[in-house]
């Protein structure tokens, strides 16, 4: 069993940034594909980032390329999702991901094996 701890919202003006982190254990680290989803209240989850198992390849969402990066510490067994130049619809409850199934980039959400409890992210204007 898996277990992610994400850590790392908070409030924040609209172009400011903030780290989101995920802490992983229960299982090898380099065995799991991570990504990151966000729920905005009265939307359906969505997808916003994922990276391999070995970090080398990333994906994001068109909404959120050249404003957000995810990358992934093997010593801290710990994926980080960087946000920059963060907007009010960046507001959203974010969640971590584990797949444990495939190398990743995983985007489909429902090849996700684990989720973490979620933290939120409020960008105010």
């Known amino acids: 069993q898996v277990q992610l701890v994400e850590s790392g919202g908070g409030l924040v003006q609209a172009g400011g940034s903030l780290r989101l982190s995920c802490t992983a254990s229960?299982?090898?680290?380099?065995?799991?594909?991570m990504g990151w989803f966000r729920q905005a209240p009265g939307k359906e989850r969505e997808f916003v980032a994922a990276i391999s198992r070995s970090g080398g390849s990333t994906t994001l969402a068109d909404s959120v390329k050249g404003r957000f990066t995810a990358f992934r510490d093997y010593a801290k067994n710990t994926v980080y999702l960087q946000m920059n130049s963060l907007k009010p619809e960046d507001t959203a409850n974010y969640y971590c991901?584990?797949?444990?199934?495939?190398?990743?980039?995983?985007?489909?959400?429902?090849?996700?094996?684990?989720w973490g409890q979620g933290t939120q992210v409020t960008v105010s204007s």
């Open positions: 229960g299982r090898t680290f380099s065995s799991l594909a």
């Open positions: 991901a584990a797949d444990a199934k495939f190398y990743g980039p995983t985007v489909r959400e429902t090849f996700y094996d684990y």
